[in-house]
DNA sequence: CCAAAAGTGTTACCTATACACCCATGA
DNA sequence: TCATGGGTGTATAGGTAACACTTTTGG
């Protein structure tokens, strides 16, 4: 499903030199979960075994050909949905990599887009044999250079979390103002004042209380939010 | 040189299904001139004119296919030189454009690059019969999607310059506080105050001062400054 | 000496941050 | 009633924008 099964016609050298370059979609998908440790909210991402040279039983980010009748986004929105079962609450581009020796046999160019999943559907999403979820920090090395694409995906994520407002697309459909400050430190990797961190929230203005309260706290319970789009136009992401 | 020459083979419609999409470079390139007008440095960028079908006669960006020898950001340097005969001062990916419609003909996706090329060099900048600079606002209708191309890359640029330390590519080697200025008014298309734009920039400490000044002006001489590179890290451009 | 741009200083305002404090709930 | 997180108020610091002011040149 990865870069060694397209064009495995071409991997002798003569041919390499008339062929055009592939074209394979990859796809960097994060969701929060509880670490094993502490229990707290981090982010992870499904990684898939390979079962083919080359790095064959490395860990690579889910990936797959360009199929002819979709766009770039439909391609990764598929090649996610095969590999976790889920369809993601934000998908964006994140970059063309197309370096000479990206791949062993042959050359290919890969166009990587990067997702959001929320946490109480990553919890239910299917795991196998060859099929693993990984926290996203401190990986273990990864087939091709998908180390790299990884953590420039978590630098795009930290920066568009910085100030933006997708961090409710890793939240269901409530929440509470404490579950969006969780997100914020998971990514951000930093505790934030939550009597702030509220005010710049409730001004954003993205988002608007329900009169429903989370019940089953130890504590006072606290109330849900829902989001209700983005009124700050942070990036006019090409309809493509 | 653009899409329409790429898999010239594969224009019927069999063949089309079975073909891989074809992979193509353009770069948006942006270089300050004096407008026709009030002779203000404004935003220019230099097009094409299509000599096939489709979209014949219509303006483009400077485009062509992916060499299998370079890299892709070797590609958009490549014919940037070819069409201009400049070296950039800056060179970035701007995005993957892989709409199934794009081309009528056959199915491209094309990686697109921006650009900075100095004031001074895109004077001399060739024009040809079928090379021109247009003024990057209001621009005519374009060949394929182009129109929105350019749009989004000026709103990465404006996005970038915002904050960021771009600017200094539009520019020569030295140049003064009140040039830069006049850079972030013209791309920003807003007036700013001299005194605190000054210190901002000192601050920022990503230029130091010479010891020469720009002579020949009708008032004060004002100091040139030298760019520095960036301490500031606002964004790690994968290496690819 | 005058006009105009270079460059400096000062002040009001806005917002991020720190932190004291009250509120509401389960145990 | 106590511990704890939910939620509000407030003082302070740092940065931005507005603008008065001084300096230096060419004409």
């Not at 998908?91 to 050359?107: D, I, K, N, T």
């Not at 933006?164 to 509470?176: D, N, P, Q």
Request: proline share 7%; net charge neutral; charged share 20%.
């Amino acid at each position: 499903m990865t870069e060694s099964r397209l064009y495995a016609s071409a991997a002798n050298v003569s041919e390499r030199l008339v062929q055009p370059p592939a074209l394979a979609i990859s796809t960097v998908i994060f969701a929060l979960r509880p670490s094993a440790t502490s229990g707290r909210p981090t982010l992870w991402l499904p990684l898939v075994r390979r079962i083919r040279e080359p790095f064959k039983d490395l860990w690579a980010l889910p990936g797959g050909p360009l199929t002819q009748a979709e766009s770039l986004q439909d391609a990764a929105a598929r090649n996610l949905a095969e590999t976790t079962g889920l369809a993601p609450n934000y998908l964006e581009q994140l970059y063309a990599f197309g370096g000479l020796h990206r791949s062993p046999s042959q050359r290919v160019v890969s166009i990587v887009y990067w997702a959001l999943v929320e946490a109480t559907q990553a919890e239910l999403a299917r795991e196998s044999e060859n099929v693993r979820w990984c926290r996203a920090d401190g990986l273990q090395t990864l087939a091709f250079d998908h180390n790299e694409i990884v953590d420039y995906a978590l630098w795009r994520l930290r920066n568009k979390m910085a100030y933006g407002s997708i961090a409710y697309h890793l939240l269901g459909e409530t929440f509470t103002l404490a579950q969006v400050r969780e997100v914020y430190e998971a990514v951000l990797d930093r505790t934030i004042d939550p009597a702030n961190f509220r005010r710049q929230l409730k001004q954003a203005a993205s988002i608007e209380p329900t009169d429903q309260y989370l019940q089953g706290g130890k504590h006072r319970p606290p109330r849900l939010y829902r989001y209700t789009g983005r009124t700050d136009h942070d990036a006019p992401e090409p309809t493509d």
